[in-house]
């Protein structure tokens, strides 16, 4: 039996290329564990345990590729990613028999590295929330405590990691939600730049701030699957053509005379006092190993949550307007209809109440005579939050901060107050408003619940952001704990 508490992508390669393990068990076990976790977290929204099998005996038959590390592993990829005759919902009613006839660029990117796609993992409706309970399939729990919301909307990718049902997953991050629910279940989330990843196949919320990334248990995995997903996508316009480079190389370098921005916004009144300890903690440990600290300020970083509901809102309520109950998914039509009461009735059932909140503000933003007011100061509120990271990157190399405001709250214990719900964001958001990269590791416990320290760096510079994290992983060997399960 393999326990994947135990492994990382090179030990699972090792043992593939020396026969110890085929693809084929691998991948049973994976299948294993996620059905028989199921009834305790509810990670996945389809299991695909036919065309797994299918996909293992064919990467085993090709052998494995010793020169590719992913060759052969198995992986949870999030619903709102595109997966070719795989069951793609975005945990929503209205795509809850969509079957896509092709493949993300990322999938594509993994595919041909040979890894094994286990299943799609539950997330809130359409990447809208913060907890994974706006889901039409059910609510996802946290891997260490299942009264506990798992964060959001990557929480079946990020429960599923750190339950130990499978080795890697991918999510999407609009406004924190890769490094939110990485936090929450004390595991590595990455957030890529902006146009590091291609979006291509990635089912639209915020356009201008949707980036794909990967979830594991350990930093160096997090890197190696970002170089496999990373690089310019001539079908995704907003890709950037930057060097790939592998992100592992100089990882073990060390934090030495880096220098460190904590802003003090970051530690303000509203923030869980055990999780300002525990992140101190995990700072002052950058010090004793020859790193340099500053405190500095982000002004304008309190802004973000009202900016970023306006602008992702508004670019929501464009993206779903193509769900209309004609073209794909589901349809309320019936012999007697117009077109306009079609429209209206399939958009009426198939749309949660979150997702119906956001498209209404934000298309009274865009409304004439709003615009000017709502969107228009949103975005450049925006500006202010990019140009108050630049000057903090002129005389630093990263900045550290919690990741959350919170550890892991009790499941239902928000759904009656959006606006709460949604300050849960408030220190992940202005890394998206300003599409810089931003990490979350785990930086210890608080009332037995995993803080997030979230590493932010400046564009295209992941490379700086895995060196931090793989220096403070390697010290505090946080990644050899787990929660006390065993699917």
Known sequence: MTDFFKENLTSLHKKLVD?????TELTKEALNKSKSSQSEINAFITIDDQGALKRAAEVDAAGIDANNILSGIPFAIKDNIITKGLKTTAASHILDNFVPVYDATVIEKLNKLGIVTIGKTNMDEFAMGGSTETSYFGKTANAWDHTKVPGGSSGGSASSVASGVIPAALGSDTGGSIRQPAAFNGIVGLKPTYGRVSRWGLIAFGSSLDQIGPLTRTVKDNARVLSAISGKDRRDTTSEDQSVPDFTKGIEKGVKDLRIAVPKEYFASGIDEGVKDVV???IA???SLGAKVDEVSLPHSKYGIAAYYILA???ASSNL???DGIRYGFSARKDDQTLEDLYVQTRSEGFGDEVKRRIMLGTFALSAGFYDAYFKKAAQVRTLIVDDFTKVFENHDIILG???TSPAFDLGSENDDP????MNDLLTIPVNLAGLPGMSINAGFTAGLPVGLQIIGKRFDESTIYKTAYAFEQDSQLFTKHPGVNF
């Open 19 to 23: 026969k110890e393990i085929s693809s």
């Open 280 to 282: 101190k903690k995990a």
């Open 285 to 287: 440990k950058y010090e």
């Open 313 to 315: 809102s508004s670019e």
């Open 321 to 323: 307007e193509r769900f």
């Open 402 to 404: 919690p990741t959350t």
């Open 419 to 422: 606006v709460k719900m949604y």
